[in-house]
């Protein structure tokens, strides 16, 4: 679990927890979800967003895991995880041949720059 605040006038992002979920029905993620943040101590009336990828049991209109968060943090508004949604983009990309060869040659590049003598 991540989270993204304000800081000053900057969005800072940091890594919260990352834990096993025993219980994958959409009850049980909620529930796990709002325990972390009680553990945390975070004050669930600031929660003003919630991210998720396009999963059913995260999304699902009436009985997605973002309803239960709404019901306990009425501001936390659902948004499509920005990662995740990059991830997809790029990934459908990659069917494309030129940008596949692109991203072939900037490995190469990072490669040999990373290889060369650093002595120089």
């Not at 991540?2 to 009850?27: C, I, Q």
């Not at 009436?62 to 949604?85: F, K, M, Q, R």
């Not at 494309?96 to 002595?119: C, G, P, Y």
């Amino acid at each position: 679990m991540n989270l993204h605040y304000l800081r000053g006038h900057s969005v800072t992002e940091r890594f919260l927890s990352f834990e096993l979920a025993p219980d994958l029905t959409r009850r049980g993620l909620a529930t796990q979800l709002l325990s972390i943040l009680d553990g945390a101590s975070l004050d669930k009336a600031n929660l003003s967003g919630q991210g998720y990828d396009g999963a059913a049991a995260m999304l699902g209109q009436l009985n997605g895991v973002w309803t239960d968060i709404l019901d306990e943090c009425p501001t936390a508004v659902y948004l499509h995880c920005a990662s995740h949604a990059l991830n997809l983009c790029l990934a459908k990309a990659l069917d494309i041949q030129e940008v596949r060869a692109a991203i072939k040659t900037m490995h190469k590049v990072a490669v040999f720059f990373l290889d060369s003598n650093k002595s120089c």
